[in-house]
């Protein structure tokens, strides 16, 4: 599915979008942030799906994925802009390992709440977190640094509260572990303010779902704390059904 390139109001233009595209580095026309190529090679996440976890399929219809019938998560739905492939997959990897805090704006601008959606009816945004020790020995957290930029691109800057959510203790890398260590991994890790989160409508962002568990984790904590919905929003998702059929 293409997508439909997000535009922003001539005003902003000049401040936001330097006229290149973040990914390949070629012109892009005012107020955009990816040219058509690299909008054209992104492989969209859409129907059918998971109407749930968002979880895509390689044909069918929508239908509840066999994890979220076994074990319904506490966040009441997930989506992710596009697949975790080819150049798009690489720009989370250098967003996230090597400190290319220039391509969360190109990242967010894929995001567009409607689109994937979520809609725009929420109380707050929240980045899934890191540890203050994770964030001193990395200096960014990607995750915040691509709330920011959809906060800029998508009028939820009032909204943006980091202090929400926070993480409680330090997990492995998620890299190499299974679906059910994940879950293990970062069972726990996460609290929420109730005073912050009571009564509200939540919308969590990161940069990759790989197997939900983050954001199953920080959905509970959320939940727990008496948030009345959360959802949750990627850059990018792995497809596991999809990478099974191919």
Not at 51 to 57: A, I, L, Q, S, T
Not at 58 to 86: M, N, Q, W
Request: proline fraction near 6%; aromatic fraction near 8%; hydrophobic fraction near 45%.
């Amino acid at each position: 599915m293409a997508f439909k390139a997000f535009r922003l109001p001539p005003s902003l233009a000049d401040f936001l979008a330097p006229g290149v595209c973040p990914f390949c580095g070629s012109d892009v026309g005012a107020g955009r942030f990816v040219c058509d190529g690299c909008l054209e090679s992104a492989e969209r996440v859409g129907s059918p799906m998971c109407p749930v976890c968002g979880e895509p399929y390689p044909s069918g219809t929508d239908h509840l994925c066999l994890e979220c019938a076994r074990d319904k998560p506490p966040f009441d739905i997930a989506r992710s802009a596009v697949l975790y492939r080819g150049a798009l997959a690489l720009s989370v990897w250098q967003l996230k390992f090597r400190r290319s805090l220039w391509l969360a704006r190109g990242l967010a601008s894929f995001m567009e709440p409607e689109t994937m959606g979520v809609g725009y009816d929420y109380d707050i945004l929240v980045p899934v977190p890191m540890t203050e020790d994770h964030m001193k020995r990395r200096g960014y957290n990607q995750a915040l640094e691509l709330a920011v930029a959809f906060a800029e691109l998508f009028g939820f800057r009032s909204r943006l509260d980091q202090a929400a959510l926070v993480r409680t203790r330090w997990v492995r890398s998620q890299m190499g572990l299974s679906a059910p260590m994940r879950r293990r991994n970062v069972q726990g890790a996460f609290a929420a303010n109730s005073d912050r989160v009571r009564g509200r409508k939540v919308l969590v962002i990161d940069d990759i779902i790989t197997t939900g568990a983050t954001a199953r984790a920080c959905a509970q904590a959320l939940k727990r704390a008496g948030a009345a919905k959360v959802a949750v929003i990627s850059f990018a998702r792995r497809a596991r059904t999809l990478d099974r059929a191919s």
